[in-house]
C-alpha cells in the first residue's frame, strides 16, 4: 500500500505545477484525498481535499482561485494543479487518503488520513 507524490520542482512566481498522487497496493474509489504541505520552520497545513465521489472540494484561502484539486478514479490518481504560484507556497506538498463509506464528504484535518505520500518539494523563486 502506498501513495507516491510526484511533479515538484523549482519555478518562477507566477508558474504553475501539477502534482500527481498515484496510488499503489489499493484503489483510491472509497478514499478521500488531501493535499497539505509543510514549510521549513512551519507547522503542516491544509491545502485542498477532495471527496471520494470528487464531487466536493475543500481549499484553504491561501490558495483559493490559484489551486485546483481533482481525482482520476480510473488511473487511481489525484491532482492539484497549482497556478499563479507565490514564493509562500515553497514547501514539501504531501498527499494523504482516508478511507471513508460517506462518498460526498471531504476532510480537511490531516489526523483522519490513513496513508501518506512521501512529499515532493516545491520550490518559488520571486
Known amino acids: 500500500v502506498q501513495l507516491q507524490a510526484s511533479g515538484g520542482g523549482l519555478v518562477q512566481a507566477g508558474a504553475s505545477l501539477r502534482l500527481s498522487c498515484a496510488a499503489s497496493?489499493?484503489?483510491?474509489?472509497?478514499?478521500?484525498i488531501g493535499w497539505f504541505r509543510q514549510a521549513p520552520g512551519k507547522e503542516r497545513e491544509g491545502v485542498s481535499c477532495i471527496s471520494a465521489n470528487g464531487n466536493n472540494t475543500y481549499y484553504a484561502d491561501s490558495v483559493k482561485g490559484r489551486f485546483t484539486i481533482s481525482r482520476d478514479n480510473a488511473k487511481n490518481t489525484a491532482y492539484l494543479q497549482m497556478n499563479s504560484l507565490k514564493p509562500e507556497d515553497t514547501a514539501v506538498y504531501y498527499c494523504?487518503?482516508?478511507?471513508?463509506?460517506?462518498?460526498?464528504?471531504?476532510?480537511?484535518?490531516?489526523?483522519?488520513?490513513?496513508?501518506w505520500g512521501q512529499g515532493t518539494q516545491v520550490t518559488v523563486s520571486s
Open positions: 494523504a487518503a482516508h478511507i471513508t463509506y460517506y462518498s460526498a464528504i471531504y476532510y480537511p484535518d490531516a489526523y483522519v488520513y490513513d496513508y
Open positions: 497496493g489499493f484503489t483510491l474509489d472509497h478514499y478521500a
